[in-house]
């Protein structure tokens, strides 16, 4: 399978810098696998399209201020940390600009010195390990991270104290990610009370999304990519209102390919919902037969990424390709801070 089969041309002015004003204000672009039929739409409209007794899954991760800005100890010179995966103990998976010349043992500074991380174990590529003193990072975080926005938003300030809320969800409870679950950014508190007063279940996974979100797929051949692990989580009482739901004919709404790949991961092991947690390191492209999703909410994604091939392997190449020209004639928004699909 070639990746060029899933290219497609993107003005640049389309991809959003800012969210929408109102979360919920957000287009929506309804596509019906069965009638390939379009309907244009907004967001706060949702539940226009689901049925009492449908189960709508979410991923609640939280978005770390994951981007620290600092110095090395011995020269003064500047750094940035990116960081990936907590191990536990104070150590870290990140990634270090510039890496070169920085050797294990070196100490880097942030937030005028109040958080100090050494680095560990580096590799000629790729990330490095540090160890941070003190080893409880979050609270420090919040004072000397950066919410570590994608790099197609250009901004020339970089961040704002805005993005802290509005690259985040609505539900965001367990810390962890790097970049934000971002079809769930359209969610507001009143939509999701009236999903539940028409009979729309829902339940919670966690999984924390990391930077092989931002990787691009290098080979040619789509089958070569190999995916960045990232841990998953999801408890009984979510798994079971699942389960449910499915045994009584509701159907199984994925907000956001992150929690798609979730799903599929448990549905793998067994063909059944159950309480679950681990890394995943699945690859979704055409081909893939789902297991347990039924239904998925969605942003616009880019061209020749591996989640533009999930949402191609969940409708099909083909009536994809017809709704992203469809969204570009309408004018939608797209990638993180843009405009959203429902696939039904």
């Not at 995966?85 to 500074?109: N, S, Y």
């Not at 000629?124 to 409880?136: K, L």
């Not at 969940?314 to 969204?327: S, T």
């Amino acid at each position: 399978m070639r990746l060029s089969d899933f290219d497609f041309a993107l003005p640049p002015e389309l991809i959003a810098q800012e969210p929408a004003p109102q979360r919920d204000r957000s287009r929506l672009l309804v596509v019906e696998r069965a009638t390939r039929r379009f309907t244009h739409d907004v967001f706060a409209n949702l539940g226009a399209y689901l049925r009492p007794g449908d189960v709508l899954v979410v991923n609640d991760t939280r978005v770390i201020p994951a981007r620290l800005r600092g110095r090395k100890a011995d020269t003064g010179g500047r750094v940035e940390l990116l960081l990936l995966h907590d191990h536990g103990d104070g150590v870290w998976e990140a990634l270090l600009r510039p890496a070169a010349r920085v050797r294990a043992g070196t100490v880097l500074l942030f937030g005028e010195g109040v958080l100090r991380a050494e680095v560990c174990a580096r590799q000629a590529a790729g990330p490095v390990r540090v160890r941070f003193s003190p080893p409880d990072i979050y609270p420090l975080l919040e004072r000397c991270g950066e919410v570590p926005l994608p790099p197609y938003i250009r901004r020339p300030a970089g961040s704002t104290p805005h993005d802290r809320e509005r690259y985040q969800t609505v539900y965001a409870a367990q810390p962890g990610a790097v970049a934000a679950p971002t079809a769930g950014l359209h969610f507001t508190p009143e939509l999701l009370a009236r999903l539940a007063q028409q009979g729309v279940r829902r339940a919670t996974l966690t999984l924390h999304v990391g930077w092989g979100t931002f990787q691009p797929v290098r080979s040619e051949e789509v089958e070569a990519h190999r995916m960045e692990a990232e841990f998953y989580r999801l408890g009984e009482d979510a798994a079971a209102t699942i389960e449910e739901a499915r045994a009584a004919g509701g159907r199984v709404v994925a907000v956001g390919t992150t929690t798609t790949r979730a799903l599929e991961t448990i549905g793998q092991q067994s063909g059944r919902v159950v309480a679950s947690s681990g890394w995943t390191e699945l690859f979704i492209y055409p081909g893939y037969r789902f297991r347990v999703v039924d239904a998925l909410i969605t942003n616009f994604h880019l061209p020749r990424s591996t989640l533009f091939l999930l949402v191609c392997a969940f409708a099909d190449r083909e009536l994809m390709l017809e709704a992203y020209q469809e969204a570009i004639a309408a004018r939608y928004r797209f990638y993180s801070y843009g405009d959203a699909m429902l696939i039904l």
